[in-house]
């Protein structure tokens, strides 16, 4: 199954790859699904490609060929909030509506969780839903929306009750057109481009209740929370193909000759270390295993020392504006989500001392 879904993913790569580059560069959405990407991670679209290690592959394989980081983000971004929130949790009326026309292109989903000044934390965020007859009530803030400026449904998280003095929450489906509904443009970080962000403003936005997706009493937990360490595991992907194609654009900086290529080499070397973890640590996803914590920061050690090392190298070098790009992007993403990332280090280095010794 592993190497069909490869195949499959490959195939549409090289379609991509086919597509002139400036038609690429002009309409990057467009490219992406003319080629055949929309359904890649889909319920429905083939079994070969029904997995997170599709997605995972797809977005690796965008990064290796261009360094486009927020190409890669965007696409990853969209698949994943459509395999998970709607396909793992949505009604079957829900996904049978849904899943087609976002696998042709015709839809685009993004996920509203975090609210301004609050981030994502659940004791600290506002937007409430209240249910009334058949219908629900949504008001409140959310920023930081992942493709959101090209999204036509959110998928917004919302307080639904208190019990115990602890909020409750529900995930509703509210489309870009539902009156009282705002979107606002946050300022765009020109090297993620074309991945963009958004806030929404929702003045008693009215849904019906079918609307809501999931019949769990609270979606913080079931879809919020795990959410984050799925996203932050597919990431390891964009960044073991940024390495691959860092490295090699730093050999095209390099003059040729033994200690050059010696360092090269051991570059080459850690960042297929880097890649062999990430998809240890996205199968699991898939497999039902257990995360292995250590793979991402892994990844991530790997991934800040092969950077510095390139950064010291070109500082001397003729370095290209894709290249100084590319760098910005990935120190901009490095710094997402820093603070729970540093907590999850702690907590893996405070686990040594509970190991016995022999």
């Known amino acids: ?190 090297v993620l481009k074309p991945a963009s962000h958004c806030e929404l403003t929702l003045e008693n936005c009215t849904v019906p209740a079918s609307a809501q997706i999931g019949d769990m009493l609270d979606a913080y937990p079931a879809m919020a929370l795990p959410f984050r360490d799925i996203e932050d595991t597919l990431g390891s992907a964009s960044t073991a193909g940024f390495l691959a194609w860092l490295v090699r654009a730093a050999a095209t900086h390099t003059e040729l000759n033994d200690d050059h290529a010696l360092r090269l080499g051991r570059l080459k070397g850690l960042a297929t270390l880097a890649a062999d973890s990430s998809r240890a640590a996205v199968a699991a996803l898939d497999d039902g295993t257990p995360p292995v914590p250590a793979r991402l920061i892994g990844v991530r050690a790997l991934a800040a020392g092969i950077v510095d090392d390139i950064r010291a190298h070109l500082a001397v070098a003729r370095a290209d504006e894709r290249v100084s790009r590319a760098l910005a992007a990935y120190n901009v993403l490095a710094n997402v989500a820093r603070e729970p990332r540093k907590q999850r280090q702690i907590s893996l280095g405070q686990s040594l001392w509970s190991e016995p010794q022999a």
């Open 1 to 190: 199954m592993l190497q069909r879904t490869s195949e499959q993913v490959s195939q549409r790569i090289e379609r991509w790859r086919a597509i002139d580059p400036a038609q690429r560069s002009r309409e990057p959405f467009e490219a992406l699904g003319q080629a055949g990407l929309f359904d890649i991670g889909l319920p429905g679209g083939g079994a070969s490609l029904d997995s997170f290690a599709a997605i995972a592959q797809a977005e690796q394989a965008i990064v290796a060929a261009s360094g486009d980081l927020g190409l890669a983000t965007a696409f990853a971004g969209r698949q994943l909030i459509a395999r998970f929130f709607i396909g793992r949790f949505a009604s079957e009326a829900q996904r049978a509506d849904l899943l087609p026309r976002i696998a042709a292109g015709r839809c685009w989903a993004a996920v509203a969780i975090s609210e301004p000044g609050a981030g994502a934390h659940p004791k600290h965020l506002q937007t409430k839903a209240e249910r009334r007859g058949d219908d629900v009530v949504i008001n409140g803030r959310k920023a930081w929306i992942t493709n959101g400026p090209v999204a036509d449904i959110f998928l917004v998280l919302a307080i639904t009750g208190l019990e115990g003095g602890r909020k409750r929450y529900g995930l509703f489906v509210v489309p870009r057109d539902t009156p009282g509904l705002t979107r606002t443009p946050m300022p765009s970080l020109d």
